[in-house]
Every structure is written in C-alpha cells, then in structure tokens.
C-alpha cells in the first residue's frame, strides 16, 4: 500500500494541526481592512474633480483670455467677449475707471450682488492697459446668478 504525504488530511487525522487564527487576530485584521478601505474611499472622492463649479470663477476663465494679451488686459477687448451661458457681467476695474459688459438686461450687476447671497461674484487682480506704454494694477470681476 503507498503512502503519501496527503494521505492523512483526507481521513481528517491532521485537521486539528491545520492553521487556525485567534478571534482577537481576526478581529484586528478586520478592522484593518475596514480603514484601509475607508481611507481609500476618503482619498478617492478627494482626487475627483469638482462636479459643481462655481458659475462666476469659470466666467472669468473663459473671458480672461480672450481680453489678455502678452499679460495685460486690453479694456476695450471686452467687446470680443463672445455670449455668455448664463446671465452675467463682466467688469474690469483700473485707475478709477471702469470697463463693463453684460449679458443682456436680466445680467446681476456688482452692485446688486453686494446685497443678494443668490449671485457669485469672483475677481482677480490683472494688469490693465490704460494708455500706450501704461499698465497699471487692476481687478477683473465676473457677477453670475448661481
């Protein structure tokens, strides 16, 4: 008769010798795929990119480009803006004069986005061309209903 070395785990004999975890190791080992895998979550809907952009930031990414030149906005570029998506304004601010384009009539104004919380108002500062060979510092402002 042969023996060999499988032999005595199919009658059982060897069962008992067979690798066994204690319940406090288990226990731990579960708890730790758990946070690993919490923590995989947390980092995943943290590298996501942002569904829900804000109307004003993206108007002004769209528009300051096409009013900068060589680093400095050209006010009367403002004219080349092509239709907005939403009601909106854009305004370029400089040496106490103001530059302004809108969508239409029902586009917010700045001045009316001071006193409502249903308007987005986003601005960054800009070099402005006011004159030949004369830049001076500026803000460029988008002011979209949310």
Do not use: C, K, Q
């Not at 070395?5 to 795929?33: D, F, K, T």
């Not at 996501?48 to 990414?61: K, S, V």
């Not at 809108?102 to 001071?114: F, I, K, Q, W, Y």
């Amino acid at each position: 008769m042969s023996h060999w070395s499988g032999e005595g785990l199919l009658r059982g004999a060897e069962s008992e010798n067979r690798a066994a975890v204690e319940p406090i190791a288990a226990l731990v080992a579960v708890l730790a795929v758990g946070a690993a895998l919490g923590l995989y979550v947390v980092a995943l809907d943290d590298a996501a990119p942002e569904r829900e952009r804000p109307t004003a930031e993206a108007t002004l990414d769209r528009v300051e480009p096409t009013v900068t030149t060589g680093g400095v906005v050209n006010p009367e570029r403002l004219r080349g803006v092509d239709e907005f998506r939403y009601a909106a304004t854009v305004e370029i601010e400089a040496d106490g004069e103001t530059w302004t384009v809108r969508s239409g009539d029902e586009a917010p104004s700045v001045e009316t986005a001071r006193d409502s919380d249903a308007i987005a108002v986003s601005e960054r500062p800009v070099t402005v061309g006011v004159g030949p060979g004369r830049n001076v510092r500026g803000t460029l402002r988008a002011v979209v209903y949310r």
